[in-house]
C-alpha cells in the first residue's frame, strides 16, 4: 500500500497581514522521490540552496543581488516542479478579520478549544488532504499519512493537538489513516520549501482578490500528471459551523455523528 506524506507551511501570520494562508503538497514516497531530483536540478540551474518568501522578496541570503529576470525564472520553474507529478496541493486562505468576528467568542465553554488562526488553516488544510488519501483506499484499506511541519514555529503545538485529536476520533471508529506529525528544519527540506511557496503564491492571490485585481476562476478538470491544487477560503457560514461543532463537542453527547468539518469518506 502507498504511504502519503503531506508538507505544510503558512503565510500572513506576520503583524499587520489582513490574511492567514497556508500552504501545502501531499504526495506518495515515490512521487516525493521524483520531485526530490527535479528540486535539486533548480537549485543547481539557479545556483540558491535555500528558498524562503521573505528572503526572495527581499532579495537577501541566496537571492542577494539577483535581477528581476532571475527571479522571475526561478518563480516559474519552481511553479511547474509543484505543479506536476504530486497527487494535490492546497492552499487555505483565513482572512483575520472574520476569523475574530465569526469563530471567536468572548465567553467559551470552559472544555472548548479554539484553534488559532495558524490552527484553524492547518486543521482545513489536514483535513483536505485526509480527503485525497481516503479516495486511494485499496480493498477498503486507506493508506497512512503523515504531516511533516516547520520546527520552531510558536504555534506547533496547537497544529499538533489538531492532528491527535482528529487521529483520536478517528480511530475510535477504526480509521488508523492518520499516522504521525513531525518537525523538520525548512532549511533541509525542499518539501517544506515547496510549501512555503504555495502559501506565499496564494497570499499574493488574496491580496489582488482584496484590491480587486484577480477574480479566481472556477474550477476545471487537470490533465494527468498534473497536480490539482484545491483552494479553500474561510468564509463566514464555514466558521459558524465549526464554532457551533466546538461548542457542542464540549459537552459530548453518546454517539454523535462525525462533525460535517471532518468528514472525508
Not at 465567553?107 to 488519501?133: N, W
Not at 464554532?243 to 462533525?259: Q, S
Request: proline share 4%; hydrophobic share 35%; with cysteine.
Amino acid at each position: 500500500m502507498f504511504i502519503f506524506t503531506g508538507y505544510l507551511d503558512e503565510s500572513g501570520t506576520h503583524g499587520g497581514s489582513a490574511t492567514t494562508v497556508m500552504g501545502g503538497l501531499l504526495a506518495r514516497s515515490d512521487q516525493w522521490r521524483q520531485f526530490e531530483s527535479r528540486f535539486a536540478a533548480a537549485q543547481a540551474k539557479h545556483g540558491f540552496r535555500v528558498w524562503h518568501t521573505r528572503k526572495f522578496r527581499q532579495r537577501s541570503g541566496d537571492f542577494k543581488g539577483w535581477s528581476p529576470q532571475q527571479c522571475e525564472a526561478l518563480y516559474w520553474d519552481l511553479q511547474k516542479i509543484s505543479g506536476y507529478g504530486l497527487t494535490e496541493a492546497v492552499a487555505v486562505a483565513l482572512d483575520n478579520v472574520v476569523y475574530e468576528r465569526e469563530y471567536r467568542v468572548t465567553d467559551p465553554p470552559r472544555k472548548a478549544r479554539f484553534d488559532t488562526k495558524y490552527g484553524l488553516c492547518f486543521r482545513l488544510s489536514l483535513i483536505r488532504m485526509m480527503q485525497e488519501v481516503a479516495k486511494r483506499r485499496l480493498r477498503n484499506r486507506i493508506p497512512p499519512l503523515h504531516i511533516v511541519v516547520e520546527g520552531g514555529h510558536k504555534n506547533y503545538g496547537d497544529a499538533e493537538r489538531i492532528f491527535f485529536e482528529l487521529k483520536k476520533y478517528w480511530e475510535r471508529g477504526g480509521i488508523n489513516m492518520l499516522r504521525t506529525i513531525t518537525k523538520a528544519e525548512k532549511d533541509d527540506c525542499g518539501q517544506l520549501m515547496m510549501a512555503d511557496f504555495i502559501a506565499h503564491s496564494e497570499y499574493l492571490l488574496e491580496g489582488a482578490i482584496r484590491r480587486g485585481a484577480y477574480v479566481r476562476p472556477g474550477s476545471k478538470p487537470v490533465p494527468r500528471g498534473q497536480t490539482a491544487i484545491t483552494h479553500i477560503r474561510a468564509e463566514a457560514g464555514g466558521l459558524n459551523n465549526l464554532r457551533d461543532e466546538l461548542i457542542e463537542r464540549a459537552t459530548p453527547k453518546k454517539g454523535p455523528n462525525a462533525p460535517a468539518s471532518e468528514q472525508f469518506s
